[in-house]
């Protein structure tokens, strides 16, 4: 079958593609579904593909439909601006999360995990394909489809960002 | 080194993006800083919390399965369209899964020039300006390193929807280092690598009419954009060159043949 690399290349960076739904959409069902949408439609357009990082490509149509689903959640909620704080403010707080984050509370990820859920969107999906998934910066340009330097410059806010909240929280709770 | 330049480089050292010599002279400087050695070590610790296994999600094994059966059941893929337009198809592919639903985030801005959104070409130029920068902070500012035409033309064959004019200009002084790929806006365009005495020169083909790629001349912390034609694609140049130099290299460039 033409498409049977995709189901194989979906398969090989499923966690990743997860990962990387999970951190989009703030939870494990829409995660899930938008990875499923994203292996149909890499499946229809597996002839689109035109050499290069497959992993990337494959991410990147993984970021669309998680997109595709953040924008159509937040149309439900009538939220007339789509930026970033708003974006952030559509994400629902789940039972699941909550049950989630008092498991990782027991771990040391749960302070840095709630920070790097707080993030704007664009940070955020950066860092976690950097940090997380250890993608090289060219990688990353193909994911989110921007410039090199764009990549370099949303690492470095996010970090920034990251950083001065981690020390304001460190403050406040006297550490 | 100073501190400057080693605090501006530091991220890219830790996410092993820095060329070899960069790093060293960056070592060195970070071994007889204390303020550049906290900075980094404060990076490495951002690092480390970020890169606990509580932040890393693994796909249920219900999702595998659903991929697993739907691989296993997949319809015959719809005839193969020409692969020659394949990356373009997958730009568009991807521009409208977004746009149909209406996403937001600057992706929007970058796929929808001239719908009353913020200024495209500032957006353009700013692309431009910092793809190269990155380059001159990389390792090397190609990725197809050569002087041969006959090298650098073929490698972009593929991966740009039209392979630009390649000539090297060593003769009139601009000789050519090389090639890379890059996005601008949403496109993924070709660089054509120059070098000038000391001045590393970036020239952005347009893969196409049409293309977004179209700025007005503008000046940046001493680097400048130029548009020019070359062959019969819009094209732009940046560089660091003096006005006069500029002027000499853009008129090269544009009687090309």
């Not at chain 1, 007339?80 to 049950?99: F, G, H, K, T």
């Not at chain 2, 890169?51 to 219900?62: G, I, M, S």
């Not at chain 2, 000391?198 to 001493?222: K, M, N």
């Amino acid at each position: 079958m033409a498409s049977a690399w995709v189901g194989e290349l979906a398969q090989r960076h499923l966690d990743a593609a997860y990962n990387l739904g999970r951190w989009l959409l703030g939870n494990e069902q829409d995660a899930a579904d938008a990875v499923h949408d994203a292996y149909l439609r890499a499946a229809r357009s597996a002839h689109t593909y035109a050499g290069g990082n497959a992993r990337a490509w494959w991410l990147a149509i993984v970021r669309n439909c998680c997109l595709a689903r953040l924008s159509s959640r937040q149309r439900d909620a009538q939220l007339q601006s789509i930026d970033a704080p708003a974006v952030a403010a559509a994400l629902p707080r789940s039972a699941d999360n909550e049950v989630e984050d008092q498991a990782a509370a027991a771990q040391s990820g749960a302070r840095i995990a709630a920070l790097l859920r707080a993030l704007p969107v664009e940070f955020r999906e950066t860092l976690v394909l950097r940090e997380i998934e250890d993608l090289s910066y060219r990688e990353i340009a193909d994911v989110l489809q921007v410039p090199i330097g764009t990549v370099m410059s949303r690492l470095a806010r996010g970090r920034a960002l990251l950083q001065r909240a981690l020390e304001t929280q460190e403050t406040a709770h006297g550490l | 080194m100073d501190c400057k330049t080693a605090l501006a480089l530091l991220e890219t050292y830790l996410d092993n993006e820095l060329d070899r010599a960069d790093a060293r002279e960056l070592e060195a400087h970070v071994d007889s800083c204390a303020e550049c050695a906290a900075a980094l070590t404060r990076l490495g610790d951002l690092r480390q919390s970020l890169r606990n296994q509580a932040l890393h999600y693994t796909a249920p094994a219900e999702l595998r399965e659903r991929v697993r059966v739907a691989a296993a059941g997949a319809l015959p893929s719809a005839p193969q369209a020409a692969r020659r337009w394949a990356m373009p198809q997958w730009s568009r592919l991807a521009a409208a899964c977004v746009l149909a639903f209406g996403a937001g985030g600057t992706a929007v801005h970058l796929w929808n020039p001239g719908q009353g959104l913020a200024n495209p070409q500032t957006q353009i130029a700013r692309d431009l300006f910092a793809s190269h920068w990155r380059a001159l902070a990389a390792a090397t500012p190609v990725d197809v390193v050569s002087s041969d035409r006959h090298t650098v033309k073929p490698w972009f064959a593929g991966k740009v929807a039209e392979s630009p004019l390649v000539r090297d200009f060593a003769e009139q002084g601009f000789a050519l280092v090389g090639g890379r790929l890059d996005y601008v806006g949403n496109e993924r365009v070709a660089v054509l690598v120059y070098r000038h005495g000391q001045h590393v020169i970036d020239v952005f083909v347009a893969p196409r009419a049409g293309s977004a790629l179209t700025v007005e001349p503008a000046e940046q912390q001493g680097y400048s954009l130029t548009p020019v034609r070359l062959g019969d694609q819009p094209a732009v140049i940046v560089s660091d060159m003096d006005r006069e130099e500029r002027a000499r290299f853009a008129q090269i460039v544009r009687s090309a043949q």
